[in-house]
């Protein structure tokens, strides 16, 4: 089988894959319409795209120091703990399709997507293990590693923009309780990720 028909295929195990940028995405879909949450998706991807280069390009080990990994931790800690105090603390509303299209402060939503998703450390090293995992079981050479991984972003990408719409369509059930409801599950959410990360570099980084 080619190798992208069977990164496409393995880009499927993502499908139940949560983290905080899956609930971010679902979050922007619902509160402030497909298109933001599309420049988000785009965002994630992206930062997915960045590591997954570096890592094939034998880079990573730049980024696989002691002292850049527990860094990046921190700040990736330190942002998804005052992402999940913003969204405890958000006043809940949905906005109105007029003031959607009113509203085209899409680099915000990319920058969101980007740094949310790339300063997640266990991210470089998830992506550095596919890496390994299939250059040795499936012994391609660099093209073939290249057509794979591009395979699998592009189903990644794709699952993102189709949960971003699913949500969207779900939209008209959605009220301001749920709203608020939804925002404090996701700040408890991004608060426990950011506990998992500072455990993990209390662990193996002190």
Do not use: C
């Amino acid at each position: 089988m080619p190798p992208i028909i069977n990164g496409l295929i393995f880009g499927l195990i993502f499908l139940f894959a949560i983290g905080p940028a899956f609930f971010a995405l679902i979050q922007t879909s619902i509160q402030q319409g497909l298109k933001k949450a599309i420049f988000l998706a785009v965002g994630i991807s992206v930062s997915d795209i960045f590591y997954v280069v570096i890592v094939l390009f034998g880079m990573s080990k730049a980024l696989e120091t002691d002292d850049f990994k527990f860094w990046m931790g921190i700040f990736g800690a330190i942002m998804l703990g005052a992402y999940g105090l913003y969204s405890w603390f958000k006043t809940p509303k949905i906005q109105n399709e007029e003031a959607m299209l009113n509203d085209s402060n899409y680099a915000k939503q990319f920058a969101k997507g980007l740094l949310l998703n790339g300063l997640n450390p266990f991210i470089i090293v998830s992506w550095a293990t596919w890496v390994s995992a299939i250059a040795i079981n499936f012994e391609y050479g660099f093209n073939q590693q290249i057509q794979f991984f591009g395979g699998m972003l592009i189903t990644i990408f794709s699952m993102d923009l189709g949960k971003a719409f699913i949500a969207h369509r779900l939209k008209h059930l959605i009220t301001v309780r749920f709203v608020r409801n939804m925002n404090r599950t996701v700040a408890i959410i991004l608060v426990l990720f950011t506990i998992q990360i500072l455990y993990f570099l209390l662990n193996n980084y002190l």
